[in-house]
């Protein structure tokens, strides 16, 4: 191998920032127009996803997507980015199984490698209540046409050899899958800015506005803006824009939190939940491990004990995998999710007209995101909901059809 002298690598590093500074921008930097037929609230996957399927799929190209940060830079950065179709109610099974499948081919469809990863999700069993729970759901999911098991404690230690931890089995679905967060936010924003969608960053949406029973308008850090449709895909947030024009959603702020360690040798494949010990773990390709860490059970943005709950997600880690004691962290991180009272989100059109929720999907909604696109494009476009995402709507709670998942808001 050459050796390379000291000028040779100062002038390489004197040339990085060219090198670095005539990369093409992948979706335009848009200044807000004073109208538009379509204005979406929030600049994550699901606002980003519903831009392009109405752009793509039905021709609905004066569309706005309104973020106050910058692109992808809540939620959307704030996850551990798994897929999987594991839910105790069959309109959830069916719903997230669609998304599971609509992934594998998203990266194609997309033109962007979104490093969709098939891991494996195993979610531990510690007692006989968790293995019936895990039959039931097994049946509930195979209605729908999605796949999963219950592994005997034989099986599972065989995918989990450090496992120290009692338990009687798991659940185990092969499909499910991890992907790259960013990714995701990124191809969707090209592929709609392609397509004509305005990308807004740094602007602020204070209030909507309504004329009679219907929407007509947004107030913003940069203007007004008249438009007639008005989506919701802002998270928590989404509950006091709705306020401003009387409408109530039935969400709130919960803290969810994350860590990453520093990378060690290959020890997991799958991705591995225990709720007895509030812990969840997956590994990178480069050797870190990624914990989800257990949500705040006190609401709000703030009240919560970063450190205390990080600690009890810690403990539960130790437990199950005793050698991993003496892992560092590396960093840790927090976000707010929106939670409804049965865990499901509200997908759709709202009691005033013109005005469409995305959101409420507790730790859910990476997972949710191409069906959830799809779903509110379609029937922004044609006023009818699709049979996936009829379920969800925002008035269930008037007529008490819930889909409830209340337990699994913890799990995801």
Known sequence: MLARSP????????????????????????????????????????????????????GIRDV???????????????????????YRHPASAAFFQDALERYRTLG????????????????????????????????????????AEVLSPEAVRKRLLLLKADMVGGLWQGEAATVRHDAVAWAYARAASHLGVDIV????????WKFGDRACGIETTAGSIETRRVVLTAGWRSKALAATVGLTLPIAPYPLMAAVTEPIAPILDPVVVSMRHRALVQQTARGELVLGIAQSDAEGETEHDPFGIAAQSVQGLVTLFPSLAGV??????????????????????????????????????MKAAPTAGHALATEIATGTPTALAAPFSPRRYETGALIEEKIEARGR
């Open 201 to 208: 960053e740094g602007v602020d949406v204070s209030s909507l």
């Open 7 to 58: 000028s040779f690598f100062r002038q390489y590093l004197a040339n990085v920032p060219k090198r670095h500074s005539a990369w093409p921008r992948q979706w335009r930097r848009a200044e807000p127009k004073r109208s538009y037929e379509v204005v979406i609230v929030g600049g994550g996957v699901h606002g980003l996803a519903t831009a392009y399927h109405l752009a793509h799929d039905h």
């Open 328 to 365: 560092r962290l590396m960093r840790m991180w927090d976000g707010v999710i929106d939670v409804t009272p049965d865990a499901s989100p509200l997908l759709g059109e709202t009691a005033l007209e013109g005005v469409y929720a995305n959101c409420g999907w507790s730790a859910g909604g």
């Open 108 to 147: 194609t469809e997309l033109d962007y490698n979104l490093m969709v990863t098939r891991r494996g999700y195993l979610q531990l069993a510690h007692d006989e209540a968790d293995r019936a729970e895990f039959q039931a759901m097994i049946e509930t999911m195979a209605s729908v046409g999605a796949a």
């Open 64 to 86: 706005a997507v309104v973020e106050r940060g910058w692109l992808g830079g809540g939620n959307t950065a704030r996850n551990t980015a798994l897929l999987r179709s594991t």
